[in-house]
């Protein structure tokens, strides 16, 4: 059963500062895998999309990376903003059917 | 990016009554919809899988004839929510793909509040 795990849970930082998000899942035999942003009471907003055959993919601040073999993805925002705050969930998507598995979340706070 | 829109955004119904949203894929044809449901602070969880003319496919524990799914055509499916109770309050987000790209698009969520 695939299970997937986000640590920190919540992260509170400096503005400017850049930082890294894990995840992690326990059956490596992923489609894709995905990181959203939610704001507050709102849906989930893509952010990157990384294809099981990828190692990574970048778009602005942010820079995904994706080792299937370990079972690890990580998200680096790099010069942190106020705006940057949100909850982050990393989602894998299993093959066959496309079945999404989520991560509990970090929950990410940017201090002016 | 593809744009999924869900209506309403917000709704609250009395207890034992039925609620209706609709999820729609407003610039392409979805072939796939899922419907997830998000307690608070929690993360998301799978309720079912609906493709375009079948039957949805429920997550084990997700009671069926108490969230009914309908996926009548490749851009709308509807998540009925049946004889609602308090416990029912929650956050509904749908998302489409259309294969054989993989990307999810997500609905903004329902928040439904059963009284």
């Known amino acids: 059963k695939q299970e997937v795990t986000q640590i920190p849970a919540a992260l509170s930082v400096p503005e400017g500062e850049n930082l890294v998000l894990n995840c992690s899942f326990t059956d490596s035999a992923i489609y894709n895998l995905q990181w959203f942003r939610q704001d507050p009471g709102k849906g989930l907003t893509s952010l990157l999309l990384?294809?099981?055959?990828?190692r990574e993919q970048t778009s602005g601040r942010l820079n995904a990376s994706l080792d299937k073999s370990s079972g690890r993805s990580t998200l680096y925002i790099a010069a942190s903003q106020p705006g940057d705050s949100a909850t982050y969930l990393c989602a894998v998507i299993r093959p066959g059917g496309f079945k999404t598995i989520f991560g509990a979340g970090t929950r990410l706070f940017v201090k002016a | 990016g593809a744009v999924v829109s869900q209506h309403p955004s917000r709704v609250i119904c009395k207890s034992g009554t039925s609620v209706k949203i609709e999820c729609r894929s407003l610039d392409f044809q979805a072939t796939t919809m899922f419907w997830y449901r998000q307690f608070p602070k929690k993360s998301l969880m799978l309720m079912a899988t609906?493709?375009?003319?079948?039957?949805?496919?429920?997550e084990q524990g997700v009671e069926k004839d108490k969230f009914l799914i309908n996926h009548a055509s490749l851009t709308l499916s509807t998540l009925t929510v049946t004889s609602a109770h308090p416990e029912d309050s929650s956050f509904y987000i749908c998302?489409?793909?259309?294969?054989?790209?993989?990307?999810?698009?997500f609905g903004p969520g329902t928040r439904l509040t059963v009284t």
């Open positions: 990384i294809q099981s055959s990828q």
């Open positions: 998302s489409a793909i259309s294969q054989p790209q993989t990307e999810q698009y």
């Open positions: 609906s493709n375009e003319g079948s039957k949805a496919t429920y």
